[in-house]
């Protein structure tokens, strides 16, 4: 079974530029997660879906952060404009809806300068 | 205070060795709790639920003590390959998979 798909693994950006980041979770889960795991913490959830719609993006910064998931398949995060402390590595993670297990993808590692 | 918190360490065992760690969770009414292994420049992957019996699962143990609110993990007979980061990780709500992540504790076992 193919396992979670994040693009790109690495970006380099200038603060204020824009940035996207893609996910493909395993097939048939409904689930979807971002997090942001800053070096030397624990990822931190930004937003979850539940198949299209949002079920919690209560600590995603809406005014530079933003998600979709429009088919309720793969999802994509953007951050427009970026900041020295968007620094992070960028999890996604999805699961089946009766199961709290989470399986990660690789991350994408964003660096800000 | 911080949700779930962890000593982030590093722990430095010799190979052989029992170590443990131990995780505090602020949510009296937290249902799910489980500790999750990540290694260096990877994602994390689950180890291992946490149940209230406590459970174990060859070398490791977890157990879980709700009237102090803590999670603790055993590693018996230390291998080189259990050097990671490990995560305690904790569901605070009684419904959705919402996960609360420690900041994890860093273990390096030595030849």
């Known amino acids: 079974e193919a396992g979670v798909a994040q693009s790109p693994r690495y970006k380099i950006i200038e603060k204020r530029q824009s940035v996207a980041f893609w996910c493909n979770p395993i097939s048939g889960h409904a689930t979807l997660y971002w997090y942001q795991q800053i070096l030397g913490q624990g990822p931190k959830l930004l937003i979850q879906f539940q198949n299209n719609g949002v079920v919690d993006d209560s600590q995603l910064p809406k005014d530079r952060f933003s998600a979709e998931r429009l088919k309720g398949v793969d999802s994509t995060l953007k951050i427009q404009p970026a900041k020295l402390e968007d620094s992070a590595v960028y999890l996604c993670?999805?699961?089946?809806?009766?199961?709290?297990?989470?399986?990660f993808g690789p991350g994408t590692r964003l660096l800000v300068l | 205070r911080k949700e779930v918190e962890q000593d982030p360490g590093p722990f430095n065992v010799p190979e052989g060795a029992t170590v443990a760690f131990n995780c505090t969770y602020s949510?009296?009414?937290?249902?799910?709790f489980f500790w999750y292994r990540q290694d260096c420049r990877k994602e994390p992957k689950l180890l291992m639920s946490?149940?209230?019996s406590g459970n174990e699962d060859g070398r490791f143990t977890a157990q879980l003590n709700r009237a102090s609110q803590y999670i603790s993990l055993l590693i018996r007979d230390s291998k080189l390959s259990d050097s990671a980061t490990y995560l305690c990780?904790?569901?605070?709500?009684?419904?959705?998979?919402?996960?609360?992540f420690g900041g994890g504790t860093r273990l390096m076992v030595k030849p």
């Open positions: 993670a999805s699961s089946p809806w009766t199961e709290e297990t989470q399986y």
């Open positions: 949510n009296s009414a937290s249902q799910s």
């Open positions: 990780v904790v569901n605070p709500y009684n419904a959705g998979n919402m996960l609360t």
């Open positions: 946490v149940y209230s």
